[in-house]
T-cell receptor, first 114, second 109 residues
Framework: DGGITQSPKYLFRKEGQNVTLSCEQN?????MYWYRQDPGQGLRLIYY???????QKGDIAEGYSVSREKKESFPLTVTSAQKNPTAFYLC?????????????FGSGTQLSVL | GIQVEQSPPDLILQEGANSTLRCNFS?????LQWFHQNPWGQLINLFY???GTKQNGRLSATTVATERYSLLYISSSQTTDSGVYFC???????????FGKGTRLHILP
């Protein structure tokens, strides 16, 4: 089945630790996105990538980093500089980055701080 | 930048009832999407609807682009319809999709 796979489903971070959230898609989509969702809130864009080896900061990129070495993969690293990382993280993709295509989401990763 | 407002913020209904969720946006857009987030966090794309009306089973959506709003209709609600419904539109300034804050729907058995 085609889709977007996020792993792990739950992740715990210790103080000062970097953690990486995985996002893989087999939809052959060019564009991929990372969103953060806090309890009872909407979605805020962290980073997005419209093509391999290129990515742009979203609205809340501080304390996060990404890479896009392969079309299928867009991992997100939550660094120790992100002081309030507890949130639900959603990865999404679309056919291209024109904003005129449907957006599809993975099932999310819940990150908590120990 | 473009503003997206959804109403009502919360809605509690008995199973079998009908509901209408509204999405207003502050500027002209090329498209609009409706999503349902289930209680486990999964977001499902319900409609991609730049204008006009689309139907999918008990759900339908109408976008009136000239008046800058969209409506999502849910008929004969079921408990599985519970969750949060988001609308989203493309930004008019950069390469981003802007989400509303959502409508939280509770369907009581």
């Amino acid at each position: 089945d085609g889709g977007i796979t996020q792993s792990p489903k739950y992740l715990f971070r210790k103080e000062g630790q970097n953690v990486t959230l995985s996002c893989e898609q087999n939809l052959n989509h060019d564009a991929m996105y990372w969103y953060r969702q806090d309890p009872g809130q909407g979605l805020r864009l962290i980073y997005y990538s419209q093509i391999v080896n290129d990515f742009q900061k979203g609205d809340i990129a501080e304390g996060y980093s990404v890479s896009r070495e392969k079309k299928e993969s867009f991992p997100l690293t939550v660094t120790s500089a992100q002081k309030n990382p507890t949130a639900f993280y959603l990865c999404a993709s679309s056919i291209d980055g024109t904003l005129n295509e449907k957006l599809f989401f993975g099932s999310g990763t819940q990150l908590s701080v120990l | 930048g473009i503003q997206v407002e959804q109403s009502p913020p919360d809605l509690i209904l008995q199973e079998g009832a009908n509901s209408t969720l509204r999405c207003n946006f502050s500027d002209s857009v090329n498209n609009l999407q409706w999503f349902h987030q289930n209680p486990w966090g999964q977001l499902i794309n319900l409609f991609y609807i730049p204008s006009g009306t689309k139907q999918n089973g008990r759900l339908s959506a109408t976008t009136v682009a000239t008046e800058r709003y969209s409506l999502l209709y849910i008929s004969s609600s079921q408990t599985t319809d519970s969750g949060v419904y988001f609308c989203a539109v493309p930004s008019n300034r950069d390469d981003k999709i802007i989400f509303g804050k959502g409508t939280r729907l509770h369907i009581l058995p």
